[in-house]
């Protein structure tokens, strides 16, 4: 038989407290994945809708998530006056600077979003050399990071040899570093 100490155990408290979190949190997380809610698809100027899309970057396909989202307020959206929004915006998006912005930010799986505009070629160039930033930026920090800590490791030391050992780690990370920022340098000249 349960008793108020068994029933209220940590464990149990933890395992109810998360279900109960998770019953509220899924209307949220719900409702997080819709493109466009029920009064959206209502009103909705569907060119504007897809100008606004295509400006932002966003994928042909985002109009098929749109149908799946209004049918269930019964609406159907015009997807030709969205393509024909999209086709104006997306040309505002491709960009070579804002390949170059899409790759600094990381964001690699933009490269298919302009393939086949006038200016997708010079888009996927910059994104590719923003990429390279990214990555270069990215090591510098591991390298940092890595660096802090075999400092800390320093001053916790108490044998020689492992002194010099990290200290030649540490000068290692170093001449890395100014390597990395050197070739930082000669990528963020190409930026558009």
Do not use: H
Not at 28 to 40: G, H, I, K, P, R
Not at 88 to 103: D, F, L, S
Not at 131 to 137: A, G, W, Y
Not at 161 to 182: A, M
Request: with cysteine; proline share 3%.
């Amino acid at each position: 038989m349960m008793n108020a100490r068994t029933f209220f155990t940590p464990a149990r408290l933890i395992r109810r407290c998360l279900i109960l979190l998770a019953l509220l949190a899924a209307p949220l997380v719900v409702s997080a994945c819709a493109s466009m809610s029920e009064d959206e698809c209502r009103v909705a100027d569907w060119q504007r809708t897809g100008y606004a899309d295509g400006a932002a970057g966003e994928d042909q396909d985002t109009i098929a998530s749109y149908t799946s989202d209004c049918a269930k307020a019964g609406v159907r959206p015009n997807a030709a006056a969205w393509r024909a929004g999209w086709d104006q915006g997306i040309k505002t998006y491709c960009t070579p600077a804002r390949g170059w912005e899409e790759g600094v930010d990381g964001n690699s799986w933009k490269s298919d979003v302009c393939r086949g505009q006038p200016q997708g070629a010079a888009f996927e160039r910059a994104l590719r050399d923003g990429l390279k930033v990214s990555e270069t930026r990215r090591d510098i920090q591991n390298n940092d990071f890595r660096i802090n800590e075999l400092e800390r490791k320093l001053q916790k030391a108490q044998k020689d040899d492992e002194r010099r050992s990290l200290r030649d780690q540490i000068r290692n990370l170093d001449r890395q570093q100014s390597t990395l920022r050197d070739l930082l340098s000669r990528q963020e000249k190409l930026k558009p």
